[in-house]
């Protein structure tokens, strides 16, 4: 599915990441945590190239980049969730969850609207088709920041701190639709704070420190035996 | 001194149909500024370096020299280089509308920098071009933010086509020129003409007041 080698980004004089290789494997939900300027954000948006990489190699379902075709080739491909949402504030939630597909797939609005409709009652926001974003609460938007997201029938999701911007009881809402996300056999990459996720949901664990993948593994193994010193003292401080 | 109400009474009509002129210049130039100010706006944040070289010059150049010369560089001077005369209507309008274009440019290239970069990336990282991007999600919003400077850019290219009247164009200044020439009610006219102007930049800061409160509405971030 997807296959980093050798990945590094350089900020100016700055070196974020210093050589990353994964293998990620359909179904697989890889969950990367790690300390505040550890990569882990830039890790993930080097994925569909929002940052592009200053060395290394992308393979991403089997199309390596290596122009702007390509890259918004990938990009339908590998849904993104962020952080801060971003919807667009001038569009409904329907709008915002048909404009791609019509856009980039060049699809029907009936099937468009069609489409939209099955997810955003899959994510339980069925009657909230017509609202404007900033009508919404924060955990609302995030849920159909993800249907967006679902809607271009992504082979791939990558999910950058979702709960982050959240109020802590919203938090559980977003949690639950990523829950049934990895249930119904999405591939999925998530940069998150929220350990319990990682543990119960993940299938793989990633700790990220200083630019390097310092220790990866079965989550539960990792959280009850963590063999690396840093991971050690960044675990002992958040759990 | 005199002051002559009958003048002016005698004179409104002929001003306002000129008013009419000047009113017809202003629109017919601001939607020709903003058609090319969109497009210069954009390109002055183009991601290709010989478009946003070309944009930059372009704004540079009439920004930075007198909309007086550039209307007579294109009344007086182009004509010269194709040997063909230039309807003073086409020329005014597209002096005031090149000129407005300029400064519209950079009215939206600061509206597109407002918006948060977030929504280019999501826009992107949903496998839409950079285009598209710009113009569903981009552009659209840009385009509530820039409505009160794109309205002071308005009252001040219709006080601008004033100038058109030195190429003998018969807007609302040149037709008080002419009356005057054929009065000599500089007083009485001159006041006329200020207060019609006075009367059409007033209408449309109230428009555009009512128009940045109507489309505010969906853009509270």
Redesign the interface.
């Known amino acids: 599915m997807i296959n980093v080698k050798g990945l590094k980004k350089s900020f100016g004089e700055l070196e974020i990441l210093k050589g990353i290789d994964i293998r990620v494997k359909p179904r697989e939900v890889v969950v990367i945590i790690g300390p505040s300027g550890s990569g882990k954000s830039t890790f993930l948006r080097c994925i ?1 190239y ?1 940052e592009e990489p200053t060395e290394g190699e992308i393979i991403v379902d089997g199309i390596k980049i290596s122009g702007e075709a390509e890259i ?2 990938v ?6 969730v ?1 952080q ?1 949402f ?5 569009m409904t939630v329907l709008e915002n969850i048909i ?2 597909p019509m ?2 797939r060049k699809l029907p609005r009936e099937e468009c609207e069609k489409t939209a409709r099955e997810l955003l009652s899959r994510v339980g926001l069925a009657d909230k088709e017509s609202a ?1 974003p ?1 009508q919404l609460s924060g955990g609302q938007q995030q849920r159909v ?1 993800i249907a ?2 679902l809607a ?1 029938n992504p082979k791939l999701m990558l999910f950058d701190e979702p709960t982050s911007a959240l109020d802590p009881e919203l938090v559980g809402e977003v949690l639950d639709v990523m829950k049934e996300l990895a249930k119904s056999g999405m591939t999925m990459i998530v940069v998150t704070h929220e350990m319990g996720f990682a543990r119960e949901v993940g299938t793989r664990l990633i700790f990220m420190d200083g630019g390097y993948i310092v220790e990866e593994g079965n989550p539960k193994e990792i959280f009850e035996n963590p063999k690396e010193e840093r991971t050690k003292a960044f675990l002992s401080k958040v759990l | 001194m005199t002051f002559s109400f009958d003048l002016i009474a005698t004179s409104i009509p002929l001003l306002l149909t000129g008013a009419a002129v000047t009113i017809e210049i202003t629109v017919l130039s601001i939607a020709l500024g903003i058609f090319i100010g969109l497009f210069a706006g954009v390109a002055r944040i183009s991601s290709v370096k010989i478009v946003r070289f070309a944009a930059a010059v372009y704004v540079d150049f009439f920004r930075g020299t007198p909309l007086l010369v550039q209307i007579f560089i294109i009344y007086f001077a182009l004509p010269v280089i194709t040997g063909q005369r230039i309807d003073p209507f086409i020329a005014a309008i597209a002096g005031c509308g090149i000129n407005s274009g300029a400064y519209v440019a950079e009215i939206f290239r600061a509206g597109i920098e407002s918006i ?1 970069k ?2 280019m ?9 950079w285009l ?1 991007t710009m113009g ?2 981009i552009v ?2 840009a385009f ?1 933010r820039v409505i009160p400077p794109l309205g002071n850019e308005f009252i001040a290219l219709l006080k601008d086509s004033s100038l058109v009247s030195v190429i003998g164009f018969e807007e609302l200044t040149r037709r008080g020129q002419l009356i005057i020439a054929r009065t000599y009610g500089a007083l009485e006219i001159w006041l006329s003409v200020a207060v019609i102007y006075l009367i059409m930049t007033l209408t449309i800061s109230r428009l555009v007041a009512y128009l940045e409160k109507r489309w505010r509405i ?4």
């Open positions: 569909n929002l918004n080739k990009r339908a491909e590998v849904g993104m962020f801060r971003n919807l667009f504030p001038h404009l791609a856009k980039v404007y900033e920041a967006r997201a271009m | 948060d977030g929504q990336e999501a826009g992107r990282s949903l496998g839409m071009t598209q569903y999600i659209p919003q509530r969906n853009d509270k971030r």
